[in-house]
């Protein structure tokens, strides 16, 4: 057996380590409860990496789901977007329509009611408007 401290080596049934002075019967204690210590320690760092890792993978996987909601919340926003712009276009064709139908609806009024009887209705909408009146109450077109 050797000395602990200064690995000098020991006779049998000696209380002192000749080069050192140590104790032997004390250090060889010591270093047992050292090495329990070593040992407790080593187990819970093990059990301290192992919920490290769980927690870890945990809020990987919470990371990834909401990467997925994320994403799947921007392609939403992108199709809102692109069925805006399609409604938006088609909007405008509507618009488009409605004002040509406008001139015709003026073009069909004109040639539909005589020129002295033109006064007194409204040249938009036809709609009948007093004689002091500069606005229609139908359509607001300006009269006078």
């Known amino acids: ?7 000098q080596e020991l006779r049998e049934g000696i209380s002192y380590c ?3 002075g140590s104790k032997v019967g004390e250090v060889k204690k010591e270093l047992n409860q ?3 210590l070593d040992k407790k320690w080593e ?4 059990h301290l990496e192992s919920i490290l890792q769980e927690e870890t993978e945990k809020y990987q996987m919470q990371i990834k ?8 919340k921007n392609q939403s926003i992108t199709n809102l977007q692109s069925e805006t712009m399609h409604q938006k ?8 329509e409605i004002d040509n139908l406008k001139v015709q609806l003026t073009t069909a009024h004109e040639r539909v009611v005589p020129e002295e009887t033109k006064e ?4 938009e909408c036809s709609n009948e408007v007093m004689p002091d009146v500069h606005f ?5 077109t300006r009269i006078k």
Do not use: R
């Not at 276009?89 to 488009?96: A, C, D, T, W």
């Not at 007194?120 to 040249?123: E, F, T």
């Not at 229609?136 to 607001?140: A, I």
């Open 89 to 96: 276009s088609e909007l405008e064709e509507l618009k488009k």
């Open 65 to 72: 789901e909401l990467n997925a909601q994320i994403n799947d």
């Open 18 to 20: 000749t080069k050192c």
């Open 1 to 7: 057996m050797n000395c602990v401290i200064c690995n």
């Open 34 to 36: 050292e090495i329990a």
């Open 136 to 140: 229609c109450n139908q359509c607001g």
């Open 120 to 123: 007194g209705y409204c040249p």
């Open 43 to 46: 187990k819970l760092t093990e």
